[in-house]
Antibody, heavy 119, light 109 residues
Framework: EVQLVESGGGLIQPGGSLRLSCAASGFSVTNNYMSWVRQAPGKGLEWVSI???????YYADSVKGRFTISRDNSKNTLYLQMNSLRVEDTAVYYC?????????????WGQGTLVTVSS | DIQMTQSPSSLSASVGDRVTITCRASQSIGKYLNWYQQKPGKAPKLLIYAASSLQSGVPSRFSGSGSGSGTDFTLTISSLRPEDFATYYCQQSYSIPYTFGPGTKLEIK
């Protein structure tokens, strides 16, 4: 059974750093592309970052230069290093798996971890 | 960036009703359109991928279609059940950044 379990969220002051982790089971993170999607309180979904099987990465303009996506194949874990955090980064962050299918949908989602950036 | 719009933004309907939600892309995205359902406090769930393919395990009352232009798409629920009341999002996976529509909240009338 595919499972994604995020951790690492919490309350952080503006300008601070946080690293989110996403432990995957039931599949290998090397075989699928992986992404982070966030949702601010009461708002819609926003794609944040992606890492492809060839380790190519992309970021939303809103986080480019501040966030870094990576994975540890030995731990089957995805990460999101978040630096220079801003109040507007406050959101639930979901780890998602990209399906190996037409249109690359996000077929599995973690339960989400809440990041609150506030002084 | 490709902008996604959805209509309506909210919708009231009754159990048993047929409901259609529309999603429009700011440029042609072919069939690179996916639909998700999200219930309060829960993670989104994939319903439809590639505009019209039903994700495994999703009831057949859900269906998706797209126009030949590659910009207009619909999600249809043929006969609403109580568990279908949720927010629905479309998402384009044609080009980075992958963008979502603003969502359609489906409420009980």
């Amino acid at each position: 059974e595919v499972q994604l379990v995020e951790s690492g969220g919490g309350l952080i002051q503006p300008g601070g750093s946080l690293r989110l982790s996403c432990a995957a089971s039931g599949f290998s993170v090397t075989n699928n592309y992986m992404s982070w999607v966030r949702q601010a309180p009461g708002k819609g979904l926003e794609w944040v970052s992606i890492i492809y099987t060839a380790d190519t990465t992309y970021y939303a303009d809103s986080v480019k230069g501040r966030f870094t996506i990576s994975r540890d194949n030995s731990k089957n874990t995805l990460y999101l290093q978040m630096n220079s955090l801003r109040v507007e980064d406050t959101a639930v962050y979901y780890c998602v798996r990209g399906a190996i299918a037409v249109a690359d949908p996000f077929d599995y989602w973690g339960q989400g971890t809440l990041v609150t950036v506030s002084s | 960036d490709i902008q996604m719009t959805q209509s309506p933004s909210s919708l009231s309907a009754s159990v048993g009703d047929r409901v259609t939600i529309t999603c429009r892309a700011s440029q042609s995205i072919g069939k690179y359109l996916n639909w998700y359902q999200q219930k309060p406090g829960k993670a989104p769930k994939l319903l439809i991928y590639a505009a019209s393919s039903l994700q495994s395990g999703v009831p057949s009352r859900f269906s998706g279609s797209g126009s030949g232009s590659g910009t207009d798409f619909t999600l249809t629920i043929s006969s609403l059940r109580p568990e279908d009341f949720a927010t629905y999002y479309c998402q384009q996976s044609y080009s980075i950044p992958y963008t979502f529509g603003p969502g359609t909240k489906l409420e009980i009338k």
